[in-house]
Nanobody, 129 residues
Framework: QVQLVESGGGLVQPGGSLRLSCAAS????????????IGWFRQAPGKEREGVLC???????????YYKDSVKGRFNISRDSAKNTVYLQMNSLKPEETAVYYC???????????????WGQGTQVTVSP
């Protein structure tokens, strides 16, 4: 069982930055989260949950897939294997990116949220003057 805990959300002005964390709790050994693909999704009020980007597992090469062209060059995903944590660095944030952001773990990266086995509780990101 993988338990994911997100943190780092908050209120930021347009053009600002936030770094979200997705930590796997209960893992006693470093590097275990590397066995999973980690996707980041977001859900705005009244809208469906949408895939933003994903980092492949180590076995899958560890590369990043972007599901939203609008975040390329602004969002970056990375791992800290020692901490079993994945980070989402978000720069130049826009008001329309206000949403609850979720991380999810699965065997492979996929834009469909139903392909992921484990989910965090979500963290609110609000982009507003």
């Amino acid at each position: 069982q993988v338990q994911l805990v997100e943190s780092g959300g908050g209120l930021v002005q347009p053009g600002g930055s936030l770094r979200l964390s997705c930590a796997a709790s209960g893992f006693t050994l470093a590097g275990l989260l590397d066995d999973y693909a980690i996707g980041w999704f977001r859900q705005a009020p009244g809208k469906e949950r949408e895939g933003v980007l994903c980092i492949r597992s180590s076995a899958g090469g560890g590369s990043t897939i972007y599901y939203k062209d609008s975040v390329k060059g602004r969002f970056n995903i990375s791992r800290d294997s020692a901490k079993n944590t994945v980070y989402l660095q978000m720069n130049s944030l826009k008001p329309e990116e206000t949403a609850v952001y979720y991380c999810a773990a699965g065997g492979f990266c996929h834009v469909d949220p139903y392909e992921y086995e484990y989910w965090g509780q979500g963290t609110q990101v609000t982009v507003s003057p």
